[in-house]
């Protein structure tokens, strides 16, 4: 399913990326500062959502699984999948998950019908979330975080109070995303122009990902001036673009970051943060960043989306 954020309610963040950070810099660059933590190259953890076995590209689902599987296992690091329930059959996805939780990876939870959480019924999403459960926690690997479908975690606070509760109350934590993209999106036009031309080239779109994904990495900008260090990262990214992956994480390590597991990701520090924030959600760093009131102009509302790359992908003819 594509990964939409809901429309932006009239808010008015549709915006520069961030124009109170511009003064941060380049994307990615080191800290400065005179602490061994702050010179500590950024980390970064490979956090896939959804788990859509039948939305193939170039090759089947299963096969599409196996080479995401296969690129972690060449990269030595353990990924996290977060799984849209809706999504799962006894024939294919369960064995597929059997594969993650057997070579040491994360699995938690992604609602199972994957709607939109508008702070509305936050007992019917604990409800979906419980359904979602029975498919997978009899994996070792499973673990009980929640990953809200959109990053979307509630319009009012009253929905957004009270669903922070529930997931406390049934042992969950939030799977924050600290590095947001728009790769469903990327795939979806590479899919358009397959499905038009199955011989066409898919280079562009690969450049293309690559510097979107290294464009949205000026998230680690935001944590250095949030916390005067580079952080350990989760990046979202969908079951979709693995013709890519091993690229991607190439591009990682040429460029000075650390990849690291996911486990080690969601337990360091900022992971426990709640962020007092409306509408709530977004990256983690986006929504900490609103919350501090110091950078002024507003952030743009999604922090990510189609949208966005749609001129771009025009401009370039992809």
């Given at each position: 399913?594509?990964?939409?954020?809901?429309?932006?309610?009239?808010?008015?963040?549709?915006?520069?990326?961030?124009?109170?950070?511009?003064?941060?810099?380049?994307?990615?660059?080191?800290?400065?500062?005179?602490?061994?933590?702050?010179?500590?190259?950024?980390?970064?953890?490979?956090?896939?959502?959804?788990?859509?076995?039948?939305?193939?590209?170039?090759?089947?689902?299963?096969?599409?699984?196996?080479?995401?599987?296969?690129?972690?296992?060449?990269?030595?690091?353990?990924?996290?999948?977060?799984?849209?329930?809706k999504y799962i059959d006894d024939r294919l996805s369960l064995p597929m998950l059997s594969a993650w939780s057997n070579h040491?990876?994360?699995?938690?939870?992604?609602?199972?019908?994957?709607?939109?959480?508008?702070?509305?019924?936050?007992?019917?999403?604990?409800?979906?979330?419980?359904?979602?459960?029975?498919?997978?926690?009899?994996?070792?690997?499973?673990?009980?975080?929640?990953?809200?479908?959109?990053?979307?975690?509630?319009?009012?606070?009253?929905?957004?109070?009270?669903?922070?509760?529930?997931?406390?109350?049934?042992?969950?934590?939030?799977?924050?995303?600290?590095?947001?993209?728009?790769?469903?999106?990327?795939?979806?036009?590479?899919?358009?122009?397959?499905?038009?031309?199955?011989?066409?080239?898919?280079?562009?779109?690969?450049?293309?990902?690559?510097?979107?994904?290294?464009?949205?990495?000026?998230?680690?900008?935001?944590?250095?001036?949030?916390?005067?260090?580079?952080?350990?990262?989760?990046?979202?990214?969908?079951?979709?673009?693995?013709?890519?992956?091993?690229?991607?994480?190439?591009?990682?390590?040429?460029?000075?970051?650390?990849?690291?597991?996911?486990?080690?990701?969601?337990?360091?520090?900022?992971?426990?943060?709640?962020?007092?924030?409306?509408?709530?959600?977004?990256?983690?760093?986006?929504?900490?960043?609103?919350?501090?009131?110091?950078?002024?102009?507003?952030?743009?509302?999604?922090?990510?989306?189609?949208?966005?790359?749609?001129?771009?992908?025009?401009?370039?003819?992809?």
């Open positions: 399913m594509d990964d939409h954020r809901a429309p932006a309610h009239g808010l008015r963040h549709r915006r520069s990326r961030l124009a109170g950070f511009a003064a941060l810099g380049l994307a990615g660059a080191p800290a400065t500062h005179g602490a061994a933590r702050s010179r500590r190259a950024p980390g970064i953890a490979i956090t896939i959502d959804d788990f859509d076995l039948s939305n193939a590209m170039l090759m089947s689902g299963q096969d599409r699984d196996a080479a995401i599987r296969a690129t972690l296992k060449r990269h030595k690091i353990k990924a996290a999948g977060f799984v849209a329930g040491g990876h994360m699995l938690g939870n992604h609602s199972f019908s994957h709607r939109y959480f508008s702070g509305e019924n936050p007992d019917g999403l604990m409800a979906d979330i419980a359904r979602c459960e029975q498919l997978l926690s009899s994996g070792p690997g499973f673990r009980k975080l929640f990953r809200f479908p959109g990053l979307a975690e509630g319009n009012d606070a009253a929905g957004c109070d009270r669903m922070r509760a529930l997931l406390k109350q049934h042992g969950y934590a939030n799977a924050y995303v600290t590095i947001d993209t728009s790769d469903w999106y990327i795939d979806n036009r590479l899919k358009a122009r397959l499905k038009a031309d199955p011989r066409a080239s898919v280079v562009a779109y690969k450049r293309f990902y690559l510097d979107h994904i290294w464009g949205a990495c000026f998230y680690d900008g935001v944590a250095q001036s949030l916390f005067g260090h580079s952080i350990d990262h989760t990046i979202l990214l969908h079951h979709r673009l693995t013709l890519f992956l091993d690229d991607l994480l190439a591009m990682f390590r040429a460029r000075g970051w650390r990849l690291i597991d996911a486990h080690a990701a969601f337990a360091s520090s900022p992971f426990a943060l709640e962020p007092d924030t409306l509408p709530a959600g977004q990256s983690l760093l986006w929504s900490l960043a609103r919350a501090d009131g110091r950078f002024g102009t507003p952030l743009r509302y999604p922090g990510e989306d189609g949208d966005y790359e749609a001129p771009k992908m025009d401009a370039a003819g992809l």
